[in-house]
């Protein structure tokens, strides 16, 4: 408010002392008030804009460009608050303005970027941030622009390729890290996309996004102890407390560790947060089996076959629990159907022979073995198995 008061004194004072100037005199000092009311306008407008007030902001800027019709920004503020209400033809015909009126502001090229990305035109929003980028070229938001442009025009390695060249120059900077580490990790680096993602962390403001993508890193890259950490760190926040897919795949760690009565809890956890997951309900039966709680396997078991019936595994895993309960009729009708559900699966066909073993029909659990061999001819499973009934 200070600077605005005080352009419009200095520029009436110009006005003002007029009559002792020459013509030439005086058309500086109009140009002088044009150049302080545009700025007294323009300055108005932005805060209009900040607010949310499009209309009046759109009103603002229209007083200006009476006084200053090639005013670049004045021609940009109008072209956001035309993105903003969606009428983004508009937009692109005010930012044509400001690229005509100021080639070497990188803002309008980028907006138009924005443009064209929203039009679904990834082609045209690349170029146009490429070369909001070479005008700005330490500006990041122009760089991870054409990133994501690229990755959208399945040129992934080339997105790649940029943000890395550029790591070393935005030194401090962890929302370049995290972008590379998500291209990692779509690329199957998953060592790399976790040096990426500890970088991150580090740097980044915001670092528990960055905190559940190195836990996801960590996690394909079988380190299950380090995306527990991870996780165990996130879940302890009132922020993810409530998630229940972290919980679950924090048990997924922990039946990896030999930890199944932590899975178990992390697994109760998941299915207490959503009851309607097969999946969860699944995992914490065969934590439950893991434990030798098979009353509680059974339940959960049955929990996740009721939600989802068409789960192999599910039946496999009760298959499992039959037999440990010694109820081997039962355990062969499980791991029955679980065989038919996946008929490329031998662990189930040799689950049924293994059962038909211990019932004594050596017979059967041959030719059950048999089957699985043919399936895959190098399950060792199947050929262990084979090899001890014919002892």
Known sequence: MRFRLTTILVASLLIGCQGNKSPQDKEVAQKH??????AVLYSLSQDQ??????????????????ISPDGAPLHTLLAKVNIEQGQLELAEKELELARKFGPKDPEPYYLSGVVYQRWQKPVTALEFYKLAGERAPAELTYVLAQSEMLVALNRTPEALALLESRIAYFENSGAIRDAAGQLLMQSGRYA?????FRQATI??????????RLAMACFQNK?????????????????????????ALRGECQINLDDAHGARRSF????????????YWQNLGRACLETADYKRAEYALHRSAGIDGSIGETYLLIGYVRLKQGNLQDAITAFRKASMMDQTDSVSLCMVGYTYEKMGRSDQAKACYARAIKLHPGDDMARQLMAEIDK
């Open 192 to 196: 790399e996309a976790i040096d990426m």
């Open 268 to 279: 109760e956890t998941a299915t207490e947060l959503n009851p309607l997951s097969a999946r």
């Open 49 to 66: 804009y900040k607010a949310h007030d499009f209309d009046t902001c759109k009103e603002t800027l229209a007083q200006a460009m009476k």
């Open 33 to 38: 008030w044009s150049e302080a009311r545009t």
């Open 203 to 212: 740097l980044s403001e915001d670092s528990d996004p960055v905190r559940e």
């Open 223 to 247: 380190q299950y102890r380090d995306c527990a950490e991870a996780l165990t760190h996130l879940l302890d926040k009132d922020s993810y407390s409530k998630r229940a897919d972290l919980f």
